[in-house]
């Protein structure tokens, strides 16, 4: 359905995806790096951890790349950061308090599979070691399929892996050639049915609209294919044209991107295929199948949002490894040196690479659980969040007043202190969310609503 004029123009609003909140753009620099490495130390016994490991490489540069990644043409540069990542494993380890082992490991990047399998294999030897991965726990992989040797599939397999998300974003040739990721069809496919027989049994693809040239039948006709190869999860993201911030970008010509409408048009088409093919819709921009741990945790109010988007790991302390990777602890967030080079000067030197934190208030805490809950379930009782973190059922009266305002329009509904989005803006909730936002410059930096 054509989106109405107000969808229209809140659609066209530049604000966060809440991936955190504050957000990552609020961070300051860790001057010394002291504070978080207290905060390290002083996880607790019963704390569950989890660890994203950001490898920052590729083969190839997609041109509408939005990650923190360098492509690397001979495997040396690869191999360097191996060991810096190998040692980095160990200071975090050492660092840390006492914590009840890892629930969670999530690897992305870039492409977690452009280092070697024999390398990817010892590093996930060395996470499990170090950071005690608990048994049944969620180990994770993104992967350019592309580069999936068979050798890579099978170290996965033999390293444990229990999830893959494999970066399809369109299976239209011609878009492909627009955006310089080619891979066709039948190589996803072949990569799925390997993957499968090496026993990595829960496949995640993430899909795209809004790239250049495409339409909503080519998004039809993608997802289409998609539910053929059966995924247990998939992402739509909408494609965020920033050639501002990233210069590769600026190959992508606006002539070849959908205007507002067309976008809306492609994540409806999306929409529609998922939903008539028995997926389940997750927040913004997940579907699932009704049995995936995803979908359960959605339907229990048990689904998080961290900085991988969806999960539902309840893991309270993040632990960041590599380059630009962000971090979560009881104090605040972390994040590590973005530059590969002086992440691994400070390695080699035998200190953690945190080079920003953000201190988090008992007031960002209750704002972070409300904009969580509505990301997540698209409804949430504030009094009943505030009185869960201290605060008066009132504290937060103000910001339902702002809700209130976006009633007219229809992107939601108060009831007393209860705030829920009706399902036909679900894909518009980040602007309800925005009004709980103590912090919200709205600024380019951040992308576009839909
Ligand atoms: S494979 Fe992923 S991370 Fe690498 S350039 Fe393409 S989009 Fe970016």
Same mark, same amino acid.
């Given at each position: 359905?054509?989106?109405?004029?107000?969808? =229209?123009?809140?659609?066209?609003?530049?604000?966060?995806?809440?991936?955190?909140?504050?957000?990552?753009?609020?961070?300051?620099?860790?001057?010394?790096?002291?504070?978080?490495?207290?905060?390290?130390?002083?996880?607790?016994?019963?704390?569950?951890?989890?660890?994203?490991?950001?490898?920052?490489?590729?083969?190839?540069?997609?041109?509408?790349?939005?990650?923190?990644?360098?492509?690397?043409?001979?495997?040396?540069?690869?191999?360097?950061?191996?060991?810096?990542?190998?040692?980095? *494993?160990? +200071?975090?380890?050492?660092?840390?308090?006492?914590?009840?082992?890892?629930?969670?490991?999530?690897?992305?990047?870039?492409?977690?599979?452009?280092?070697?399998?024999?390398?990817? =294999?010892? +590093?996930?030897?060395?996470?499990?070691?170090?950071?005690?991965?608990?048994?049944?726990?969620?180990?994770?992989?993104?992967?350019?399929?592309?580069?999936?040797?068979?050798?890579?599939?099978?170290?996965?397999?033999?390293?444990?892996?229990?999830?893959?998300?494999?970066?399809?974003?369109?299976?239209?040739?011609?878009?492909?050639?627009?955006?310089?990721?080619?891979?066709?069809?039948?190589? &996803?496919?072949?990569?799925?049915?390997? +993957?499968?027989?090496?026993?990595?049994?829960?496949?995640?693809?993430? +899909?795209?609209?809004?790239?250049?040239?495409?339409?909503?039948?080519?998004?039809?006709?993608?997802?289409?294919?998609?539910?053929?190869?059966?995924?247990?999860?998939?992402?739509?993201?909408?494609?965020?044209?920033?050639?501002?911030?990233?210069?590769?970008?600026?190959?992508?010509?606006?002539?070849?991107?959908?205007?507002?409408?067309?976008?809306?048009?492609?994540?409806?088409?999306?929409?529609?295929?998922?939903?008539?093919?028995?997926? &389940?819709?997750?927040?913004?921009?997940?579907?699932?199948?009704?049995?995936?741990? =995803?979908?359960?945790?959605?339907?229990?109010?048990?689904?998080?949002?961290?900085?991988?988007?969806?999960?539902?790991?309840?893991?309270?302390?993040?632990?960041?490894?590599?380059?630009?990777?962000?971090?979560?602890?009881?104090?605040?967030?972390?994040?590590?040196? *973005?530059?590969?080079?002086?992440?691994?000067?400070?390695?080699?030197?035998?200190?953690?690479?945190?080079?920003?934190?953000?201190?988090?208030?008992?007031?960002?805490?209750?704002?972070?659980?409300?904009?969580?809950?509505?990301?997540?379930?698209?409804? *949430?009782?504030?009094?009943?969040?505030?009185?869960?973190?201290?605060?008066?059922?009132?504290?937060?009266?103000?910001?339902?007043?702002?809700?209130?305002?976006?009633?007219? #329009?229809?992107?939601?509904?108060?009831?007393?202190?209860?705030?829920?989005?009706?399902?036909?803006?679900?894909?518009? &909730?980040?602007?309800?969310?925005?009004?709980? #936002?103590?912090?919200?410059?709205?600024?380019?930096?951040?992308?576009?609503?839909?």
């Amino acid at each position: 359905m054509s989106p109405n004029d107000h969808q =229209l123009r809140h659609a066209q609003r530049n604000l966060p995806r809440y991936t955190s909140y504050p957000t990552a753009l609020a961070f300051e620099p860790a001057a010394d790096g002291l504070a978080p490495v207290d905060w390290l130390a002083g996880t607790r016994a019963a704390d569950a951890i989890s660890a994203y490991v950001h490898v920052p490489f590729c083969r190839r540069l997609c041109w509408y790349c939005g990650c923190h990644t360098t492509v690397a043409h001979e495997y040396d540069r690869i191999g360097a950061y191996y060991e810096t990542v190998m040692r980095e *494993v160990d +200071l975090l380890a050492d660092g840390l308090g006492d914590h009840a082992g890892a629930a969670h490991l999530h690897f992305g990047g870039g492409s977690p599979n452009a280092l070697s399998p024999e390398h990817f =294999l010892a +590093l996930t030897r060395k996470l499990s070691s170090r950071l005690r991965l608990r048994p049944g726990a969620e180990v994770a992989v993104e992967l350019d399929p592309a580069l999936l040797s068979q050798a890579f599939i099978e170290a996965l397999g033999e390293a444990g892996v229990t999830r893959v998300s494999l970066g399809v974003q369109t299976f239209d040739p011609a878009v492909q050639a627009k955006v310089n990721r080619i891979q066709p069809f039948d190589a &996803v496919a072949i990569a799925v049915e390997r +993957l499968r027989a090496a026993g990595v049994t829960a496949i995640n693809f993430d +899909l795209m609209y809004g790239l250049p040239l495409q339409t909503p039948e080519s998004v039809r006709r993608t997802v289409e294919l998609a539910l053929s190869l059966d995924a247990d999860r998939i992402a739509v993201f909408g494609y965020a044209h920033v050639p501002w911030m990233k210069k590769h970008q600026e190959v992508i010509k606006d002539a070849n991107l959908a205007d507002a409408v067309g976008r809306w048009a492609q994540a409806d088409a999306a929409d529609e295929a998922l939903v008539a093919g028995g997926y &389940v819709r997750i927040g913004i921009d997940h579907y699932a199948k009704p049995q995936d741990a =995803l979908a359960k945790a959605a339907a229990t109010g048990a689904l998080r949002r961290n900085f991988q988007g969806y999960t539902d790991d309840p893991a309270p302390v993040l632990v960041p490894i590599g380059p630009s990777s962000i971090g979560c602890f009881r104090e605040g967030f972390v994040q590590n040196a *973005v530059g590969t080079d002086v992440w691994r000067t400070a390695i080699h030197e035998g200190r953690l690479p945190l080079a920003r934190k953000l201190p988090v208030s008992a007031e960002d805490r209750v704002r972070a659980a409300v904009i969580e809950r509505l990301m997540c379930d698209l409804t *949430v009782d504030v009094a009943a969040v505030c009185a869960a973190n201290g605060y008066p059922s009132h504290f937060l009266d103000g910001c339902i007043e702002t809700a209130r305002e976006l009633e007219a #329009d229809g992107l939601c509904v108060v009831l007393g202190r209860r705030v829920t989005v009706p399902e036909d803006n679900r894909r518009l &909730v980040r602007v309800t969310a925005a009004c709980f #936002d103590a912090r919200l410059p709205e600024t380019q930096r951040h992308s576009k609503a839909v």
